[in-house]
């Protein structure tokens, strides 16, 4: 499920994977790869998207529907 998440988000945003892959330091291609599902996401990765998309790691792991940031801690 999560892959379908991070693409929707990109795309609710109107962004290209170039754009997103850019802000995450890597190709293109290994961006593409974590959408499709061809490949793990990994935490820190995990962690970059749920702060850009302003969502928690729950949402874009398809755990919650609530698409909304929980409290950060201080």
């Not at 892959?21 to 499709?36: D, H, I, P, R, W």
């Not at 962690?47 to 801690?73: K, V």
């Amino acid at each position: 499920m999560f892959h379908q998440r991070i693409r929707d988000l990109r795309e609710d945003a109107d962004l290209s994977q170039e754009k997103i892959a850019k802000v995450l330091c890597m190709s293109q291609q290994g961006y593409s790869k974590y959408e499709t599902g061809e490949n793990d996401i990994p935490t820190k990765i995990l962690i970059a998207l749920a702060l850009f998309h302003n969502t928690s790691i729950d949402y874009l792991l398809g755990l919650t529907n609530e698409r909304n940031p929980y409290p950060r801690a201080k």
